[in-house]
């Protein structure tokens, strides 16, 4: 296994890494709309917040030495189902492939952010 770590992205809040390679596999972690720039989220709105998840989601998925074409699976998570529709506008322009995908509306998320997002993608090592 190889864990992938990347200052382009949130550093993780908690005891877990940014994502795992294993057998050409690539594990993330659920990424939230924090700007690794300035640690903090500022974003407040659905638009916003899904553009910072999907620029995280690409720095790790470069670290891992992968991209979003080759993204399998995704799992989302959203805080208002109401933002469904915009969520989905800002979505569809990095995952184009269109990997199978599940959307679940959550309670709260980390920091109080609107959306999550975690994938797993091929690595051709």
Do not use: W
């Not at 050409?24 to 407040?44: H, K, R």
């Not at 995280?56 to 080759?70: H, I, P, Q, R, W």
């Not at 529709?85 to 322009?93: L, P, R």
């Not at 269109?98 to 090592?125: D, F, G």
């Amino acid at each position: 296994m190889r864990v992938v770590a990347t200052d382009k992205a949130p550093k993780a809040l908690g005891p877990y890494s940014q994502g795992y390679v294993h057998n050409g596999i690539f594990y993330s972690a659920g990424q939230i709309a924090i700007n690794p720039a300035t640690d903090t989220v500022e974003a407040t709105d659905i638009t916003g917040q899904t553009e910072q998840v999907c620029k995280n989601l690409g720095a790790v998925l470069e670290a891992a030495g992968t991209s979003y074409d080759k993204v399998i699976k995704t799992t989302c998570f959203l805080a208002d189902m109401g933002d469904f529709t915009a969520f989905n506008e800002v979505y569809a322009k990095y995952f184009t492939s269109k990997p199978a995908r599940s959307c679940v509306a959550v309670k709260t998320l980390p920091k109080n952010v609107l959306c999550e997002v975690e994938l797993i993608a091929v690595v051709e090592e």
